[in-house]
């Protein structure tokens, strides 16, 4: 039987909005929006001298409401009989009434918002006599409920002062309308089994991914909410940045059914994963994402429904697979019933996390279920090199790219870090500057890890923080392993002491056991054999249990994902201390002959950080020796991490690199840039002698630098004749520092390549030279701004995320030169007349049901 619950949600706006107005008096022809305080009981059509309906109006109104709900449910699944509805009517139309009576202003009603206010009219009426059936009352309350939306929704469109008083209550009134037509449509019928389920489901993902591990937090880890914690970052088309189509991150799956998303360790893809599921699972709908109302999440980390020997599941065991703690009462068939319905999320973690042979079979079943249950939304994520270009292409997968931090993006990271830890806003401001002015930190601070591990040994070393990255590792392991309990007076934690080297030692033993066979976790079983091989060698006298416990409870390290199962709290720190075990067992054989794969690079290139100068200069030697693009690269790349390198070795890896400049492509560009990094820009050649998709090329490489050298040597690209050069100047912006960028490139640029500004400061630096013709605004707005600090006469096309929830789009004409504008969510049909005539207004099509 269909839950009342859910009727009153599934009555259609287009039905109640006629309905709702036959309770309040009509405007007089010609009246203006108003624009003061109004009380409510004035407002209503069945009060006061002149009534333009009666009290049985009201119950007609009321009857209509509950005959439309009682439809939606079918014949077949009636929640309540004929006698109940009736008692249902007469309760509702009394509550309905109640609105003659009440004293309070519409903005002040709109303040409170539709369940607060729908109390108000509740406690006017005495529920209990009305004999009402615990499904009746619910039916009651959701339609009251539904009634209120509509009627302060009314408030809000009728009233220019409610909407200026009560901005954020008007902006989320118009989201739950919208959400109400969408749900409608959306979310079929349910047993009351399947949506109580669902319920309980969708508390567990909110509880089990509702949090970050941020570094540094109480000086070692701690827990970030992740509402909080989640900075939205872009995803682009193509694989380089610069030039790319780009797009908020969380908006792919508004854009397509079907992504997947390459990223480097460390770069948000699991947060965005877990973002996603914790928002369709919210059932708030405050987001703005239409797409993933009345979805399903499921979050399907690959290393862990792939485990050996096993076949990946099939939907009705996803719970099952990951453990999840209410797999045990969910209703047969319920996740096959969910993607029939094209309502479900699939989050598919990590494929580059399970090895390389078994990455075909996991393709098959990506392809085979898609195939099975279209119209549902997928997530693949994968490091970058772990699957070749154009993956899931066949499977009708679109391939985005999870571009590195802005300049903006780490400002922000650094702010909420700071302030989440309680520390100085002046501690922060200070590790920004040192960033943007120490190029070795530059490159450092282009991940959410890096991020915070780079903010916890600032604060935790008073500002003094390490200059690469293996010294940042050897820091942040201190921190974790020794410190954090000495400084909080845990001198014996779990009855078990054990000393940092020891602990390093232990650790490296089980991080280089799961990179030598190609996992990224072990059987817990596994791992205490690991430590009962170890003890001997040690001066410890405890046993392998304790020496377990110890490590999982106090190192910040290691987790148990699963019963019975443990892993690394985060990859780089298993590669870190892996390669560091492969170095002193002089495992470099192993190392090389593994170093064409992806999963092995940053052991490789930390391996050459741990080396002894010879150790390291060897392994160059030979990188560049196996005569493949990759492995000229990875010496490359691993010659900033040597100690030392003699000038010979140095010019046969530069020897080698140079026969990969100019790169072929964006994705080469990228590979260059982050293997060669500096060195690079000495490499390139110059602007005069490229025809002009080299010349772009070449403009990316530099592009994904971010430096202040890449800007000076950017400079030469800026009279370049071709327009796709300007456009990817143009837009490798925000990988820059802002002002420098902005004076030093985009004043020289044609003004018709577009640029994206996030915040008021990028529109004084394009106001402050001159101005700019296509501005691209992300995220939220204030029309005072825009008007204000952009250059009027100079816009010609603007783009938008949305239109703004109060003005509208009719500020627009206050540019007068302006076009075209392109707004990338829905726009209604009242405020798309807003726009002035001469302007081309672009919008999306309505969103998928």
Known sequence: MVEATALGARIAS????????????????????????????????FSGEKRGVTAKDVEKVAAELVRRALKAAGPIEQPIDADEALAVRNALAHSLGALGTLTIADYEAVALGPGAFADRLRTATDISTYGLSADAELLYDQLLHTASLH??????????????????????????????????????????ED???ESRYATHIAERHGTLTIYGLDAGTGEWPLDTAYLSLEATRE??????????????????????????????????????????????????????????????????????GADLPIPGNFLEAVACPVAG???????????????????VDGIDEIAGDRRESARRWLRELARTFPGNLWLVTSRPSAVPEQWLTAAGFNELTLSPMSRHDVATFVRRWHHAAGADESTGASLLQSVRTTPELNRLATNPLMCGMLCALHRDRNGFLPQDRKSLYEAALSMLLERRDRERGLEDPGGVRIPYATQIQLLQRLAWWLIRNGRSE????????????ALPSLNLECSAEEVYTSLLLRSGLLREPADGHVDFLHRTFQDYLGSRLAVQELDFDLLLSNADKDQW?????????????????????????QGTPRGKLLAAASMPYAAEVAPAVRSFVEVGVRLLVPPGSGAEAEELARAGGELVLSLLPPAADLDDLTARIVVRTAAELGSETAVHFLTQFREHPSMDVQRTLAAAWPRFERELYAREILAHLPRQARVTVRDTDDLRALRAIGGW?????????????????IVRDRLTRLGLDASHPVEGLAWLSAFPNLKRVHVASEVGEAVAQQAPDRIELITPPPWRS
């Open 14 to 45: 287009g039905v109640v909005v006629p309905l709702i107005k036959k309770l309040f008096v009509a405007d007089q022809p010609g009246a203006a929006l108003v624009d003061k305080p109004v009380r409510i009981a004035s407002l209503v059509s």
């Open 151 to 192: 009627i302060l929704n009314f408030f809000s469109q009728r009233s220019t002062f409610v909407a200026r008083q009560q901005l954020a209550q008007t902006q989320q009134l118009a989201r739950l309308v919208q959400t109400a037509d969408i749900l409608l449509q959306r979310l079929p019928s349910q047993s009351s």
């Open 195 to 197: 949506a109580a389920f």
């Open 239 to 308: 694989r380089a940045g610069p030039g790319g189509s780009g797009l908020p991150a969380e908006q792919v799956l508004a854009q397509h059914d079907q992504v997947l998303l390459r990223g480097v360790a460390g770069s948000g893809k699991t947060t965005l994963v877990q973002w996603l599921a914790v928002t369709a699972a919210s059932r708030t709908y405050e987001h703005g994402l239409s797409h993933l109302i009345g979805r399903v999440p499921f979050v399907l980390p690959m290393r862990r429904i792939l485990r050996p």
């Open 329 to 347: 009462e969910q209703p047969a068939g319920w996740v096959e019933r969910v993607l029939r319905a094209r309502r479900g999320v699939l989050l």
């Open 522 to 533: 072990m059987y817990r079983t596994e791992a205490l054999h690991i430590i009962t091989q």
């Open 601 to 625: 690079e940053d052991v490789v290139l930390l391996a050459v950080a741990h080396a002894r100068p010879k150790e390291a200069e060897q392994m160059l030697r030979r990188l560049v020796e």
């Open 773 to 789: 013709a296509d501005i691209q605004v992300v995220g939220a707005y204030r029309v005072e701004d825009l008007t204000e600090l």
